[in-house]
Structures are given as structure tokens and as C-alpha cells.
């Protein structure tokens, strides 16, 4: 390695050493021209006898530009080389025509020196202040219109794939950068662009993990932590000219590529499911509709079956079991069709006052047979409650909670139902004893088709029946929740809203 680097440096060393003498032949250029300037203007000025002040402008017009054009220290040698000029044309005319007092001249010379370098120190300082305005100026110009170009390719980017990687080759181009880095840490992937003299996958990582956020002149360094709002979200390295601004907006502008990158897969990912989703529920929906006719034919047949009589103590066993499993498929069927139809929004809400004990007496009264080894309590706290609702979709979504109450709660134990006002909200609640509901799961048991783990093993069913609650109470405004734990049972609540109804019905 120190062999392979000697010729490195000795090039590095030679190109500084040829700089510096290039410099060097530049101010000694500089300081020649201005001298030569005023050795002409002093003779001038002597040939033609005029005085001081008409001579000191002239100096002072070589002098201004010098410490415009080249520098402080040009102009002062250009001035002390004027004082110098001048004294000796003075000296060399006192000589000869014996005018001039030495002492008043030493003074003039020296009053006209300390002029000229206050006003060489003056114009060099606003001139190399203009320069170095102009520079900045123009510097914050390129940058604008790298982050301008930066900003634009940006958001014409395809966001179908990673982001990283195409990031991390943008900054590189657009800012002529050395070598870049970025860290997502959400995939917990590095992307990287140009050279890395060490491992960048570290240097980004410890960047995110510590929160560092600095600039290094020496090195060409830059580090920034990629953030949404006050979120950590990754990281960005890059090594070259930027100035901190630009390291700062890069950063950004790379977060907020992220964001929108994960929007757009989110919003996909949304669609899909949604698409799916349709694509079940019209399938379901043609299935249940195709079901319909041979269910009906089915139980056609054997309630004719078991009308004509005659038949043995077996063949009666069969037909009344065939009758039963015909029921259990024209209900599984009823609630694919309720799904599907309330899914498309192909249900009209038919609202209009209903008792709420005569409702769920209804739906009790429905339930009569699963209901047998259970008891019931209904709890009101007003026997005259009314609900402006719809009868049709409120019975389903109580048989549906009474139903699943029967299927998981212990057998012989009471299953309670109560209705209560709260608010604008009337409050129907379903509750039962049986395995809890993990708490994790208490959202997603309202999804069609997902069963708990804790109860899926215990009692056949296909998770419609809740995603038909749901949407029932929905329908009518409401929201759907359940609480369960081990000791105190499992309940479930439906709030159906009662102002917003009345005024719909008005």
C-alpha cells in the first residue's frame, strides 16, 4: 500500500508545488504592472511640473484598480512603490532647483503613503466582500437548481419498485457527489452509490442508530437522519462539495420519497384487497343464488316425503335428517346473499319505529331450538323502549350475536341480552360465558371469515355471521365492539344512534 501511494503523492505534492509557484508569478505579474503604471504617470507628472494632489489622482487611479482587480497587498505594494516614485522625481527637483523644503516633502510623501493604503485596505475589503457575495450567490443558484432538478426527477420516479437504490444514483449525478449512502430502515436496507473507502452499510447504520447529524469539512463528509416529522426513518451519507443546506433539503426530499413510496404500496395493496374481495363476494353471491334452486327442491322432496307416510322408522330418520342439513345450507346461503348485498350496498335502509322487546322476543323466539339447553335473561331499562330502525337488518344482527353466544358459551349457562339508552345511542349487548377472546384478536373477529383461535376448534361456522353484524349496525350509523375476559364472560355490543335516525325519518 505505501508503494502504490508514493506516486499519489508525489503527483499531489507536484501539482500544489506548481500551484503555488503559479501564484506566485501572478502577484509578482501583478505588483510589476501596477509599478510600471506609476513610474509612467510619475514622470508625466514631473515632466509637466503639475502638483501633488494632480499627481496623487493619478496614483490613486492606478491603486483603485490594483485593489479592485488583484488585492490588498498589490495595491499596498503598488502604493508604497508611487510614494517611492514620487519622492525620488521631488528629490531629484529640489536638487536641481533648489524649491522644495526636504522635511515638508518627507511629510507629504508620508500623508500621501498612509492615503493610499487606507484607501487600498478599504477597496480591496468591499471588493473582495462584492466577490464573495457574487460567489455565494451564484453558488445558492446552483444548488437551487440542483434541488429543483433533484425535486423533479423525484416525483416523476417509479415507486412500483424500491426507491433506494434510484435515490442514492440521483444524488450521486445531480450533485456530483463523490460517493452516497442511504439506510432505510424500514426494509433495514443499504443503498449506496460511487466509492466507500469503508463499510457504508456501518457508517449509515450508526448515522440512524445514534442520530448524528453533521458536516465535515476535512473529509467532504455529510451525515443526515432521514425523518418524518419527529420519526426516524433512516439515514443518508455523502461524501463530496455540498454545503450544509443542501445536505439538509437532500434528506428531506429523500423522506419524504419514502412516505410516498409507502402510500403507494399501502394504496395498492388496499386496492387489491378490495378487488379480491369483490371478485368473492360476486362469486359468493352467484353461488348462493345457484344454491337457491336445488335447495328448494331438496326440501320440496322431503317434506313430501315425509307427508305420504308409510315410512319405516329409518327411512323417517333420513328424511328428517336430509330436511334438517337442507335447512342448515338454505340459511348458510341466506347469510352469503345478506353478505354480498349488503357489501355491494344493495340493501335499502327501510327504517321505522320498532319495540325492542317485541324485537328481541322475535329473534328468541326464532332461536327456540338452539336456545334449549341455555337460559335467557333480557334486562331493559325501559319495557317501552322504542328504536327507529330497520326490523329486517337489527333481527340479523341480534341473531347473529345470540347465535354465536349459543355456539361458545358454556352449556347450561345463562345467556343475558340488555338493551339500554346512553346519549343519542341505544346500546344492545349479548353476553355469555365461555373461552376468552384474545385481545389482539377483538378487531378482527368483526372481519368476514376470520375465526379466534380460541374458539375456531369448538363450534363449526364459516365467520360470516359478525361481518354481518357489522355491517348491519353500519348501515344504521353505528359501530360494533366486544369485551371478554376469562372470568367475567364475553360481550358484545352494538350502539345504534338515535337522533341521527329520528331525522331521517322526519
Not at 123 to 138: D, G, P
Not at 168 to 189: C, K, P, S, T, Y
Request: hydrophobic content about 45%; glycine content about 6%.
Amino acid at each position: 500500500m505505501p508503494e502504490a501511494s508514493n506516486p499519489v503523492r508525489i503527483i499531489l505534492f507536484g501539482s500544489l508545488a506548481r500551484g503555488s509557484g503559479l501564484k506566485a508569478l501572478l502577484f509578482v505579474l501583478q505588483c510589476a504592472l501596477g509599478i510600471i503604471g506609476v513610474i509612467l504617470a510619475a514622470a508625466l507628472a514631473h515632466s509637466f511640473d503639475w502638483l501633488l494632489p494632480v499627481a496623487a489622482l493619478i496614483y490613486l487611479a492606478i491603486v483603485v484598480p490594483t485593489a479592485l482587480l488583484c488585492g490588498f497587498w498589490q495595491a499596498v505594494i503598488v502604493s508604497l512603490s508611487a510614494v517611492v516614485v514620487h519622492s525620488f522625481f521631488t528629490a531629484r527637483q529640489a536638487l536641481f532647483h533648489l524649491a522644495a523644503d526636504p522635511a515638508n516633502t518627507i511629510t507629504d510623501n508620508a500623508v500621501t503613503l498612509v492615503a493610499f493604503v487606507l484607501i487600498a485596505l478599504v477597496v480591496s475589503r468591499l471588493s473582495a466582500r462584492v466577490n464573495r457575495n457574487a460567489q455565494q450567490a451564484e453558488t445558492r443558484g446552483e444548488e437551487m437548481r440542483d434541488l429543483y432538478e433533484f425535486t423533479r426527477r423525484t416525483l416523476a420516479m417509479n415507486l412500483h419498485s424500491e426507491p433506494g437504490q434510484q435515490l442514492a444514483e440521483l444524488v450521486q449525478e445531480i450533485f456530483a457527489l463523490e460517493a452516497v449512502v442511504i439506510f432505510d430502515a424500514d426494509l433495514h436496507q443499504t443503498y449506496q452509490a460511487g466509492f466507500w473507502n469503508q463499510d457504508p452499510q456501518d457508517l449509515a447504520q450508526n448515522v440512524y442508530y445514534f442520530e448524528t447529524a453533521d458536516d465535515d469539512p476535512v473529509s467532504g463528509i455529510g451525515r443526515r437522519v432521514l425523518r418524518l416529522g419527529a420519526v426516524p426513518i433512516g439515514s443518508v451519507v455523502v461524501r463530496g462539495d455540498t454545503s450544509p443546506m443542501t445536505n439538509n433539503a437532500i434528506a428531506s426530499l429523500i423522506a419524504t420519497t419514502f412516505d410516498r413510496y409507502r402510500a403507494f404500496v399501502n394504496e395498492s395493496h388496499i386496492e387489491t384487497e378490495r378487488r379480491t374481495e369483490q371478485l368473492r363476494a360476486t362469486v359468493l353471491d352467484n353461488l348462493a343464488h345457484a344454491y337457491k334452486t336445488p335447495l328448494t327442491a331438496i326440501r320440496a322432496a322431503s317434506t313430501g316425503l315425509g307427508e305420504m307416510g308409510r315410512l319405516s322408522a329409518p327411512q323417517s330418520e333420513l328424511v328428517a335428517l336430509i330436511d334438517e342439513q337442507a335447512a342448515v345450507l338454505n340459511e348458510l346461503t341466506n347469510r352469503l346473499l345478506t353478505t354480498a348485498r349488503l357489501d355491494a350496498d344493495e340493501v335499502a335502509l327501510r327504517a321505522a319505529p320498532v319495540g325492542v322487546r317485541s324485537l328481541i322476543d322475535e329473534v328468541v323466539s326464532g332461536l327456540k331450538e338452539r336456545l334449549a339447553s341455555m337460559k335467557v335473561s333480557v334486562q331493559l331499562e325501559d319495557e317501552k323502549l322504542e328504536l327507529c330502525c330497520d326490523r329486517q337488518l337489527m333481527r340479523a344482527l341480534l341473531t347473529q350475536y345470540i347465535d354465536n353466544a349459543c355456539k361458545y358459551s358454556i352449556y347450561g349457562t345463562t345467556i343475558s341480552i340488555g338493551v339500554a339508552r346512553a346519549h343519542a345511542e341505544t346500546i344492545f349487548s349479548v353476553h355469555s360465558l365461555g373461552s376468552e377472546i384474545p385481545p389482539a384478536e377483538r378487531e378482527r373477529i368483526f372481519d368476514r371469515y376470520y375465526r379466534s383461535s380460541m374458539s375456531s376448534h369448538r363450534a363449526a361456522g364459516t365467520g360470516i355471521g359478525l361481518a354481518v353484524a357489522k355491517r348491519a349496525a353500519q348501515m344504521h350509523g353505528g359501530h360494533v365492539w366486544v369485551s371478554s375476559s376469562q372470568t367475567e364472560g364475553t360481550t358484545f355490543f352494538a350502539a345504534i344512534p338515535t337522533a341521527v335516525l329520528q331525522r331521517s325519518f322526519s
